[in-house]
DNA sequence: GCCGTTTTCGGCCCGACTGTTTTCAGTCG
């Protein structure tokens, strides 16, 4: 039996299929297959389990873009580290050149002929070539290519390419200026769109939407807004601006009757959008932002409403947070999209840290005033075990029944977040957990010691009631562990442990397609904010994010339930 | 190379922009 952690991730697969479309392409292959082999890695990159495992059960082929000939070159990559028809384009393709197609401006059939017509095969001999002014000798290039070439030399492949910024660093900055966009006597209406509509996990820029009674008076009113910093393009019906802590926003006016159209459009994803027209294709329609076409009568829809766009198609309307081309079309074409977990729905939280953990901003008290306050019946105090040593454990166990006596019918769960060593123990005895309502482990060190194996030593323990913040990654600071999910969620359903999706904007961990995984998996999840203080309580509109972006839905989040349903549940 | 509420063959999203061109190919999102 092959061990999963033997078997080449889903990152290497897809990683293998976009270089063989990259070479393929470069040696003049028909497109459409180059487009299946980009598919195809889109598809295994979203996919959560491990596709080489299903490959070699013959079920690979199942996912929507995968069909039996990509499912042999998965094997063959399992098997021989690499796809053949990879190896052999290889042979046939300098190494240097697929590194052309990261230049902008710069696509396969330019770089194939620069190749073939001119030799040039790195890219130190492109900018030679280009200072040599030999470029403009073969047609269609000219001057100004040669410059584009040159400059996108000296920034440096993908330079000046935004980087991604996680969702919580943009979030509030373009929900601020939708608000206060719409208190502009000018505007109509205004939303967010792009991947921030979608509340994808980062973010290149921020889209803003909008119409208006008077255009140029709304673009103006948004290259003033505070946050602006600097404007790079201002017209009356368009403008980009970079806000102070260098995020770009765009805004766009558009025709108030084709609103819903064009919202639609700029939502995305790009994916979901091709994959909605090619179905609107089978069916008669051409959808574009402008409008739906019926093609044989000419007849064009617009709408100021993005759900009528749906419903013109034979579509439910689909939540952004699912347009992700990942199996929403199907559901919303046979009405069975899941009803989505919203942010009202939670009960209370089962994460949280106070002034007994060093790093923990506010008392007990004040963090479950806070947390009553929103409206939850419950918050489970999870303070660091490190802190919780020589007696202190039961002296906040003495404070927490002290609040509870006051703050009834309001709950303080007296909980703790145990750490899971290096060897795969926790830092707690089974003694101390015991008395304990709610005990949460973690991984906070030696990310990459044997991740899976300890944790999964963890779910084993009957004290453990969930793990905490699954694989430990920090957005665009530190990859998450490589952990087999698949077999922990195994393991998790069995010993009716429960695995939060950590609401942290830099953490959101479980990511989305590993809460789908467990969704799927019958596994309940718990949305949890792991606040540090009373303010971070809020967090958890991303964990929500998350869990709609899962398909989860009320039922499948422990915390939407009272204290006594969750008891209840673990028996 | 994938896929099917017209199809197992013959299709495969749509439009904007750019640079080079007098009508378009390539690239991009």
Redesign the pocket.
């Given at each position: 039996m092959v061990t999963a952690t033997r078997l080449p991730s889903n990152g290497v697969l897809a990683d293998q299929l976009d270089l063989l479309a990259d070479l393929s392409e470069l040696l003049g292959d028909?497109g459409?297959?180059v487009?299946?082999?980009r598919?195809?890695a889109t598809r295994i990159r979203e996919t959560p389990g491990s596709v080489a495992e299903m490959a070699l059960v013959g079920t690979a082929?199942e996912?929507?873009?995968?069909?039996?000939?990509?499912?042999d070159?998965i094997v063959e990559a399992v098997r021989d580290g690499e796809m053949s028809?990879l190896r052999k384009r290889r042979e046939q393709v300098p190494e240097g050149l697929v590194a052309f197609?990261r230049?902008?401006?710069?696509?396969?059939?330019?770089?194939a002929r620069i190749w073939h017509e001119l030799g040039v095969t790195t890219l130190e001999g492109l900018r030679e070539a280009a200072e040599a002014e030999r470029l403009?000798t073969l047609?269609?290039?000219?001057?100004?290519?040669?410059?584009?070439i040159l400059e996108a030399l000296r920034k440096g492949a993908d330079g000046g390419?935004p980087r991604r910024t996680p969702l919580g660093v943009g979030l509030p900055a373009v929900l601020e200026a939708v608000e206060t966009l719409r208190g502009h006597p000018a505007a109509i209406r205004v939303s967010e769109a792009g991947s921030v509509r979608r509340r994808r996990e980062s973010f290149r820029d921020l889209d803003l939407i909008a119409t208006a009674t008077d255009p140029g008076a709304l673009t103006k009113a948004f290259v003033q807004l505070p946050l602006v910093a600097e404007v790079v393009a201002h017209g009356d019906s368009k403008a980009t601006a970079i806000s102070g802590n260098g995020l770009r926003f765009d805004l766009r006016v558009v025709p108030p009757e084709s609103f819903g159209n064009l919202l639609q459009h700029f939502t995305g994803s790009?994916e979901h959008?091709?994959a909605l027209?090619?179905?609107?294709?089978?069916?008669?329609?051409?959808?574009?932002?402008?409008g739906v076409?019926t093609v044989d009568t000419g007849e064009v829809f617009t709408t100021g409403d993005e759900e009528e766009v749906y419903a013109h198609l034979g579509y439910q309307f689909i939540p952004p947070e699912l347009r992700e081309n990942t199996g929403e079309l199907e559901a919303a074409?046979?009405g069975k999209l899941p009803s989505l977990v919203e942010l009202g729905d939670l009960k209370g939280d089962l994460h949280a840290h106070s002034t007994w953990s060093s790093d923990g901003k506010a008392t007990l008290e004040e963090m479950a005033l806070a947390a009553r306050a929103r409206g939850y019946r419950y918050l489970a105090m999870t303070d660091h075990s490190h802190y919780l040593r020589d007696g202190r454990l039961e002296l906040q166990a003495a404070a927490i029944a002290e609040l509870n006596g006051r703050l009834a019918p309001f709950r303080v769960l007296h909980g703790i977040e145990a750490n899971i060593r290096a060897d795969g123990g926790l830092d707690v005895s089974d003694a101390a957990l015991e008395g304990l309502d709610w005990v949460i482990a973690s991984v906070h060190t030696s990310f990459d010691k044997n991740p899976t194996e300890r944790i999964l030593e963890a779910v084993e323990n009957p004290h453990v009631d969930c793990i905490g913040h699954l694989t430990g990654r920090k957005l665009s600071r530190r990859e998450g562990a490589d952990v087999d999910v698949e077999r922990v969620v195994e393991r998790c359903l069995a010993t009716r442990t429960v695995l939060e999706i950590d609401s942290q904007p830099d953490r959101l961990d479980l990511r989305d397609v590993h809460a789908r995984l467990a969704g799927e998996a019958g596994l309940p999840v718990c949305i949890d904010s792991d606040a540090h203080s009373v303010g971070a309580l809020d967090y958890v509109e991303y964990g929500v994010a998350v869990a709609r972006r899962a398909w989860l839905t009320k039922e499948q989040i422990l915390n939407t339930r009272t204290w006594a349903q969750i008891e209840k549940m673990r028996g």
């Open positions: 028909q459409f297959r487009t299946a082999y598919r195809a082929k996912l929507q873009g995968i069909g039996k000939t990509i499912e070159k028809a197609l230049l902008p401006g710069l696509g396969p059939k330019t770089t403009r047609p269609g290039l000219g001057a100004r290519s040669e410059e584009k390419a790009k959008n091709v027209r090619e179905d609107a294709v089978r069916r008669g329609f051409s959808v574009s932002e402008y076409t074409r046979q």
